[in-house]
């Protein structure tokens, strides 16, 4: 690992390394510059030091003292003005992982006028929720938020750190790692805790060809980042229990140089990943027309239509119908999958609790790996009875 160093006998105080740093990294005390945690260790300042006093080295990691970090920290992102579910997707999942070690659950909090979720996150399990609460928090600023989490995460050393692969949390994870020095693995679909209290963090690697175990073996805190719909919320209590933590913000939040000039917000739409029935359209589909009887069986079962990636770079339909690991994660109650080979890149994402119905003219396609009925058929058979017989049920 890197690290930025300075050479006293060198260094004559003149703060041009603290100008150059595009990060604020650097604070100069007592005419000396001095790394702070914002430090990238991207050797801008020893370019920019006039008197070679700066110095990038590169050193063997040590081992840390993995029983100083302890239980798993949730970030329970507010978005729309209500907790966003993927964070209490990953509540469930840090209980279900924490029980196996002895751990306790906590989560963290960050934005303006955030009580009354700090009060409903007491109903779903975890021992302790800090809160960071002020009307600079009221937008998400990249530095901010950080500087809080970083903040927290340096207080209460836990072991693993989940954040939800939302907008949100795909640019504050990978800055809380670089933080502090440590690994994240994005977008994971399993997670498993071992006894040594290394988080096995699973995700597709090789365009979705293999299923990568990765391990945080040498640093602590375990940087997690994991899809809505992947894991399963736990039932809310109707007893609240756990601590409140108020903390004050840390001097970085106040002297970040970032605004809000405004606020455009996009107006709700309805989404794939919240559909309890989805109807599928795959490569098997021979022409764009031919989406309709797709579009017409999801609507005559009262649930939505989604494509996978090759309807997608074909121009049929746009990302936002997509399943998959460049689209959306979905759990529907019943998903009927039409002429889909099912690539893992496609099943990793297609969780259906009930029901999952697969038509496809190969008897070997992976789809039926993961499928509860398999009609080996073509499409063009099977779809159009499916449509004539709810059409005569429904009269």
């Known amino acids: 690992m890197a690290k930025i160093a300075v050479l006293d006998r060198k260094c004559t105080g003149c703060g041009a390394c603290a100008s150059a740093c595009p990060f604020g990294a650097i604070d100069m005390k007592e005419g000396r510059p001095e790394m702070n945690a914002a430090c990238r260790v991207c050797g801008i300042?020893?370019?920019?030091?006039?008197?070679?006093?700066?110095?990038?080295?590169?050193?063997?990691?040590?081992?840390?003292?993995?029983?100083?970090?302890?239980?798993?920290?949730?970030?329970?992102?507010i978005s729309g003005g209500r907790l966003h579910p993927v964070s209490l997707e990953l509540i469930g999942k840090a209980r279900e992982l924490a029980a196996g070690v002895g751990y306790q659950v906590k989560a963290l909090l960050i934005g303006s006028e955030a009580e009354p979720f700090a009060q409903?996150?007491?109903?779903?399990?975890?021992?302790?929720?800090?809160?960071?609460?002020?009307p600079a928090l009221g937008y998400f600023r990249a530095d901010a938020y950080a500087a809080c989490a970083e903040d927290y995460i340096k207080y209460a050393k836990p072991s693993v750190v989940l954040v939800g692969a939302t907008s949100l949390g795909r640019s504050l994870a990978p800055r809380l790692a670089t933080r502090f020095h440590t690994g994240l693995t994005a977008d994971c679909t399993r997670l498993e805790l071992r006894e040594n209290t290394d988080l096995v963090q699973i995700r597709p690697a090789f365009g979705g060809n293999i299923m990568a175990q990765i391990i945080?073996?040498?640093?602590r805190p375990q940087f997690a980042t994991v899809r809505y719909k992947v894991m399963n919320a736990p039932a809310r209590s109707e007893a609240a229990a756990g601590?409140?933590?108020?903390?004050?913000?840390?001097?970085?939040?106040?002297?970040?140089?970032?605004?809000?000039?405004?606020?455009?917000?996009?107006?709700?739409?309805?989404?794939?990943?919240?559909?309890?029935?989805?109807v599928v359209g795959g490569r098997g589909l021979q022409k764009e027309a031919d989406l309709d009887m797709i579009r017409e069986l999801a609507s005559l079962l009262g649930g939505d239509w989604a494509v996978s990636r090759p309807l997608v770079e074909k121009g049929w339909a746009t990302n936002d119908r997509q399943i998959g690991l460049s689209g959306r994660t979905v759990r529907p109650r019943l998903i009927i999958t039409c002429g889909v080979s099912g690539a893992i890149q496609f099943t990793s994402c297609m969780n259906a609790r009930d029901h999952i119905v697969?038509?496809?003219?190969?008897?070997?396609?992976?789809?039926?790996?993961?499928?509860?009925?398999?009609?080996v058929e073509d499409l063009y058979t099977v779809v159009p009875q499916l449509i004539r017989r709810l059409k005569e049920e429904a009269k």
């Open 45 to 77: 300042c020893v370019k920019a030091c006039p008197q070679k006093a700066i110095l990038r080295l590169e050193t063997k990691t040590a081992s840390v003292d993995k029983t100083q970090w302890r239980d798993i920290l949730v970030f329970a992102e």
């Open 216 to 219: 945080t073996t040498n640093t």
């Open 358 to 375: 697969s038509i496809n003219t190969d008897p070997d396609a992976p789809i039926f790996g993961v499928a509860h009925v398999a009609i």
């Open 243 to 278: 601590e409140i933590l108020r903390r004050k913000l840390p001097a970085g939040v106040a002297a970040s140089p970032v605004t809000c000039v405004s606020v455009t917000p996009i107006p709700p739409k309805r989404s794939i990943s919240d559909a309890e029935i989805l």
């Open 120 to 134: 409903e996150l007491r109903h779903w399990g975890v021992s302790q929720i800090a809160v960071y609460d002020d």
